[in-house]
């Protein structure tokens, strides 16, 4: 996020134009807690996880109350355009803010979970996948040397980005995902497979919002059914949410903070910045909030042939 906060300043200024951060996003907004940016201000940033402007929800800002208070903040501080960084609660806002109040607002796509329509990758997600990996290699280690069977959960409430290229690159026998069915049933049958064929350990991947349950729920269940295999849950959490950015994520925060402000400055308003087979495109906040980012159905399969 710093990345992006920075690349938001930096191309207000070098354009000429009066940049203000808002912290706590509209709980902040509300309450007036504006500050004049300048370019120290975000010196020495780039590569700091976390965000400077810190980050809240707002039950306020639903309300019509709430919004004409955020409104009246920004009148007072003369800002004529918001950039937001968020996901589909954060463009819900912004949306219903702009028809009502007439402020122009270009979304940043800020999670982890990568599950945002009109980009390919979301700010932060790079970071955490690298960071789930880096533990997933690490656990390997004890499911090698002693025969176990490791179900490691990774974050995605409501989506498989993140634990998919954790189960590719961390040679897992099975992922577990949101937006794909796989029945308990099918995961002991693969399990057992695999001790037919004298695989001693294993990985099963688990996105925390996975239909069957999280790791504990579905490593509890196998057990019941093959009390013989070693099991072990490991729960990755709030690790994958924080350090330092991988450097393709300070790419693209670096551009989609150019790319809002440029934005708003040509008159766009309703959109969100986001990268598209390597191409810049700003894609209307309804169609990040209301469509789905599929996912790539072929990753589902190179799971399977490589755990063969
Ligand atoms: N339907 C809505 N109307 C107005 N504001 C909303 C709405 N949904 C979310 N917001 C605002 O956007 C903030 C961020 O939304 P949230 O769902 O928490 O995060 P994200 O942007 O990551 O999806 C909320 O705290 C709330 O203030
Ligand atoms: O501690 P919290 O706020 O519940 O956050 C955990 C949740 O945040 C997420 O990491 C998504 O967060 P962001 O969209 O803010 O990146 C989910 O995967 C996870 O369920």
Redesign the pocket.
Known sequence: MNACVRAVVRTALYHGVEVYGIMRGYSGLIKGEIVRLDTTAVANMVQRGGTLLK?ARSQKFTTREGRQEAYNQLVHHGIEGLVVIG?NGTFTGAQLFEQEFGIPTVGAP????NDLYGTDYTI?YDTAVNTALEAIDKIRDTADSHDRAFFVEV???DSGY?AIPCAIGGGAEIVLVPEQEQSLESVIDMLQAGRKRQKSSFLVVVA??DEEGNATTVAAKVKEAIPELDVRVTVIG?I??GGAPSAADRLLASQIGIAAVEGLINGMHSVMAGIIDRKLVYTPFEDCIKRKKPLNQSFMRMIEILST
Do not use: K, N, P
Not at 110 to 113: A, K, P, R
């Open positions: 980050s996901g800020g999670t982890i979970d932060g974050m995605g409430r993140i925390e919002g709030h994958q949410r």
